[in-house]
């Protein structure tokens, strides 16, 4: 089995940059208001779709009850708001590859 690798966004922002054949400082620019941008939309409400990559959206979640694994005590867990990612056929397809 391979060993699971991170990539950093600054390795995003070289390679990006490379593709598009861009400066590295244009590249990370791009990647943040990419980044801003999908943030400020899913805090508004809205579903974000990238064609062939996948969908973000907010998902608001209940306020429930749980149990502190330490003591056992019950306890209120807060409602929440979370974040899924759905990938786009094309993704799946090239991961799957």
Avoid: W
């Avoid at 390795?11 to 590295?24: G, H, S």
């Avoid at 791009?30 to 974000?48: A, E, P, Q, Y």
């Avoid at 807060?78 to 990938?87: G, I, Q, R, T």
């Amino acid at each position: 089995m391979q060993d699971k690798q991170t990539i950093h966004k600054s390795e995003l922002v070289k390679q990006a940059a490379a593709t598009a054949n861009l400066p590295d400082a244009v590249a990370g620019r791009v990647i943040d208001g990419l980044l801003h941008t999908i943030r400020s939309h899913l805090c508004n409400g809205f579903k974000v779709s990238i064609t062939d990559f996948g969908t973000f959206e907010a998902q608001s979640k209940p306020e429930r009850s749980g149990r502190n694994p330490q003591t056992g005590e019950a306890i209120t867990i807060a409602a929440y708001k979370a974040v899924k990612f759905k990938a786009g056929k094309a993704l799946k397809d090239a991961v799957n590859a």
